[in-house]
């Protein structure tokens, strides 16, 4: 039988002896090559260190720490073993989550004259945080206690106590000495009393992440194969969850298009089925039209598709999170906006409760929520992780700044989030006024400021308007109050899937007007105000001289009224004020919106 | 509830990783050094784009000091599968001498092949290099990102690496700026071996024990090859050896090992107790001399 692969991550505080200990597994496991061994000992001072053996970067070897996450391989007959090893001081937090992203368990390490310290508590809780299902707690050093089984099971039992609420996760306990080899390899006689095996025969025997291949089936499009001649295409991808057959009908997100598995296709043959995590390329019975980024699903088993969940979020920057700024997410294969709509709490890392609000810097970690500019197709990160992780790049510096688990992302949350207008959706600023009072200038400039801050923002000018979606509309009362009900539809609508809508038109009527207020609700009226005799004067369109001349009949100002508001939002009065100074007027009165 | 084993689990990660470079760089290139590594990531990227060629060139930095047998193979590697090949030498610098006697292993690796390689990126506008290195290969490499950041000068700035979370990894680059991209990032020795055997990948038959002419040189074996200068005192005997990593014929040392088949070199490593870069000249000049090379753009 070939051996499976365990991927484990190390977690400890400053001197626990997390080097000394994985220096020793290396070694008692032949992972340690003879020339290595021999650079060990010429930079031990006397003796053999075996903590040098991890060591790593030479500028890190000058300043005596470890600043990164490391990974370190051995393997036993059984088991192939990849080790996540963090550093326990210093951006923990950070490299814990790099390290525990991939890690079916963690080994935890404390110091048995020092017991749980705070941070043992802090660690355990965030590698619960990022999901691990399984904890083995050694309890190290205890040559230094005697080998005293009293002092183990004082600790097993503190730290059973502060961890019954880490529910879903098993943990176990072992009592060793890293230094003296104790319990590592085998077990140990001068700790007879334990029940438990060794660290390795427990390495070896832990069962293995099992799960995801039972979840419904994910398949995230990586990557179309398309050979030339034959008219093949292939979706190429690595599953995230479940397995598929050829025969099942999948649904492909977020395009909806429905086909069957014709095949999957590997360069050693077609599979009769295929599961998580394999690499696999799927034909299908038809031609749909699917790229990168969509998933294939069957289609009793969906994934949430939405545009606002709620997560947890490792914050990796020096640069503060800035709510409402749009940031990069990465998800699946899927890259795309998104803002953080709210830090609804901040992890306070001495209680480990976690409080309400508060701004999230480097190593923080927060439950927050997030609005994407288009919806994505996501599980519970306790459910899959997957499907439920996801990065924040920064697209300015490219950099990565967060890691996020989705916790709650169910469609209940998505329609209430949208029909709440507390929580931020989009915004209508409606622009009424006289031919040439300035609307379009205004709109336009408005536009470009919001525009500029990464906002999402469209234009719906009144003009444009009635050359496409009002074009069989004329001027009569009748004919204007359908023409705003059309733009106040569609300014509705994109309001709702969070754009700041800015809509220029003469709307003339105040019912009308206030009637788009009750339909939207969140609706800035901006009354962009000239003497008639202003505009008439600037007549930018030449509408005024036609009008005047009788070639246009029912015109605003000359032959039909216009109803100013009584009470705007905003009022700008352009014969007085310069451009800068209205725009300005605006964008103050809107930044408690647009944040 | 069916699980992949370690080859397989592996596998489907590299698989993975290569199909995201293909999809997210627009010109993305695959450095092709000829030896083991190579050739099991040639192997994956063509599993990986199935039926179809992988989407990209393969890029070798001819040294001129290769050993003949892996030139031989490489052209018919690339012959045989279809692939198109972009073989790029420093001539400039080799006419003007360089060469690992006068220079010393450190200076002439910097020019032969860091300079060449970091060339042949830029003049070939590639943002994106897919490499064969490994992070059980050698320390400094332990922390190594499977997506790592290059800046314009192709250098590489440990405090710029990106966090790397799940297999989500991070592309972006501005115009000038490159990634590395390390798809083996955690197969080990013996994997690259194993999986070798399990998937009858053609490699270079030096990796073969067979008797050769060699220098003993302190307790490195030399191939003579490349018209070797011998020290007084040395002449070449025969000694049935073979190659654990392939390098440039002077800064590689061969081992003594009588292991002729993948299986025999599977067994002779589940024994070993000395790491295969030790026979690399170039690994041992200054302490963390690999880290040195990668800082400035070797690998
Ligand atoms: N007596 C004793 N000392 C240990 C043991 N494990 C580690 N140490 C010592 O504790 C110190 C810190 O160990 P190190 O592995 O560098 O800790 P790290 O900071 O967690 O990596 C060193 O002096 C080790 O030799 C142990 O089991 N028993």
């Not at chain 2, 003007?96 to 010393?104: I, V, Y």
């Not at chain 2, 050698?138 to 250098?155: H, P, T």
Request: glycine share 6%; aromatic share 8%; proline share 4%.
């Amino acid at each position: 039988m070939q051996p499976e692969l365990l991927r484990f991550t190390t977690a400890g505080s400053v001197d626990d002896g997390k080097s000394t200990l994985i220096g020793r597994l290396l070694h008692d496991c032949n992972a340690v090559y003879e020339d290595q061994l021999e650079s060990v000992r010429s930079q031990s001072a006397g003796g053999f260190d075996f903590a040098f053996i991890t060591d790593g970067l030479k500028a890190e070897r000058e300043q005596c720490i470890t600043i990164d996450v490391a990974y370190r391989y051995f393997s036993t007959p059984r088991r192939r073993f990849i080790i996540t090893d963090t550093p326990g001081h210093e951006q923990y937090t950070r490299n814990m989550a790099t390290g525990a992203s991939n890690a079916e368990l963690a080994v935890l390490l404390l110091d048995a004259r020092k017991g749980v310290l705070p941070q043992t508590r802090r660690h355990a809780y965030i590698l619960w945080l990022l999901g691990l299902k399984r904890m083995v707690v050694t309890v190290n050093k205890m040559d230094l206690v005697g080998f005293r089984q009293e002092v183990f099971e004082a600790i097993q039992h503190d730290f059973r106590l502060f961890a019954n609420k880490f529910d879903g996760c098993t943990i176990d306990f072992i009592p060793i000495s890293a230094l003296e080899g104790d319990n590592i390899v085998r077990r140990s006689s001068r700790m007879s009393w334990a029940e438990s095996p060794s660290l390795l025969e427990y390495l070896e025997t832990v069962p293995t992440d099992t799960c995801s291949g039972d979840l419904p089936f994910r398949f995230p499009v990586q990557y179309v194969i398309h050979s030339a001649g034959d008219n093949y295409r292939a979706y190429a991808g690595q599953i995230a969850a479940g397995s598929v057959r050829p025969g099942e009908e999948v649904i492909a997100l977020v395009s909806g298009c429905r086909a069957v598995v014709k095949s999957i296709a590997t360069f050693d043959g077609n599979l009769a089925t295929a599961f998580a995590p394999m690499s696999i390329a799927i034909c299908l019975d038809r031609n749909v039209d699917i790229s990168r980024g969509e998933m294939l699903v069957h289609p009793a088993d969906l994934p949430t598709i939405t545009r606002v969940f709620r997560a947890s979020l490792f914050w990796m920057s020096d640069t503060q999170l800035k709510v409402g700024q749009p940031y990069l997410l990465k998800h699946t294969t899927q890259q795309l906006w998104v803002e953080v709509t709210a830090v609804v709490s901040k992890l306070d890392l001495t209680t480990l409760e976690e409080r309400p609000g508060g701004g999230l810097s480097l190593n923080d970690i927060g439950t927050v929520t997030l609005e994407a500019y288009k919806p994505i197709f996501c599980d519970e990160y306790a459910r899959n992780r997957a499907t439920g992780s996801f990065i924040l790049i920064d697209s300015m510096t490219n950099l990565t700044i967060a890691a996020g688990m989705i916790r709650s992302a169910s469609d209940e949350l998505n329609r209430a989030v949208s029909q709440n207008d507390n929580v931020k959706s989009g915004l209508t600023i409606w622009f009424t006024g006289l031919s040439s009072a300035g609307k379009t200038t205004l709109s336009k400039a408005v536009y470009e400021r919001l525009w500029a801050r990464g906002k999402r923002v469209e234009l719906l000018d009144g003009d444009e308007v009635r050359r496409h979606l009002s074009k069989d509309l004329g001027f009569s009362r009748q004919d204007r109050d359908e023409n705003i009900l059309r733009i106040a539809f569609v300014a509705d609508l994109l309001t709702r899937n969070g754009v700041i809508v800015l809509v220029s038109a003469i709307s003339p009527y105040r019912a009308a007007r206030e009637e788009a207020r009750r339909r939207i609700g969140n609706f800035i009226e901006v009354f962009v105000n000239a003497p008639l005799a202003v505009c008439e004067q600037r007549d930018r369109k030449g509408l005024y001289k036609k009008a005047r001349a009788g070639e246009i009949k029912g015109f605003t100002g000359i032959d039909d009224p216009y109803e100013p508001p009584p009470s705007p939002e905003v009022q700008c009065d352009t014969d007085r004020e310069t451009e800068a100074e209205s725009v300005a007027k605006i964008i103050r009165y809107l930044d408690p919106f647009t944040g | 509830m069916q699980h992949l084993s370690h080859l397989q689990a592996l596998e489907a990660e590299s698989i993975h990783i290569l199909r995201e470079a293909a999809a997210e760089f627009s010109c993305p290139v695959m450095l092709y050094s000829i030896g083991k590594d190579s050739s099991v990531m040639l192997h994956l990227a063509r599993k990986a784009f199935y039926p179809a060629k992988p989407p990209f060139p393969l890029l070798h930095i001819d040294t001129t000091y290769k050993f003949g047998e892996m030139i031989t193979f490489r052209n018919q590697v690339c012959a045989q599968f279809g692939l198109r090949l972009i073989v790029h030498t420093a001539h400039q610098a080799i006419a003007e001498g360089a060469n690992p006697f006068r220079l010393g292993t450190q200076k002439c690796c910097s020019l032969l092949k860091t300079g060449a390689l970091l060339d042949a990126l830029s003049a070939g506008g590639f943002d994106a290099a897919i490499g064969g290195a490994r992070r059980e290969e050698e320390r400094s490499r332990a922390k190594e990102r499977v997506y790592s950041f290059r800046d314009a000068f192709g250098q590489w700035d440990p405090k710029r690496q990106r966090p790397e979370l799940w297999s989500l990894y991070n592309g972006r680059i501005d115009k000038g700026e490159s990634i590395r991209v390390f798809p083996l990032s955690n197969w080990t020795e013996l994997d690259i071996w194993e999986y070798i055997e399990a998937e009858t990948i053609p490699i270079v038959p030096l990796y073969f024990a067979k008797d050769r002419d060699v220098v003993v040189r302190g307790s490195t074996l030399i191939l003579a090859e490349h018209d070797l200068p011998l020290l007084p005192g040395e002449s070449p005997v025969r000694i049935m050896c073979r190659m654990r990593s392939l390098g440039c014929t002077y800064c590689t040392g061969a081992i003594r090992s009588t292991a002729a088949t993948v299986p025999d070199i599977i067994g002779e490593l589940r024994g070993f107790r000395r790491s295969e870069r030790e026979n690399r000249v170039i690994d041992h000049d200054q302490d963390g001399s690999m880290e040195l090379k990668k800082r400035d753009g070797y690998f």
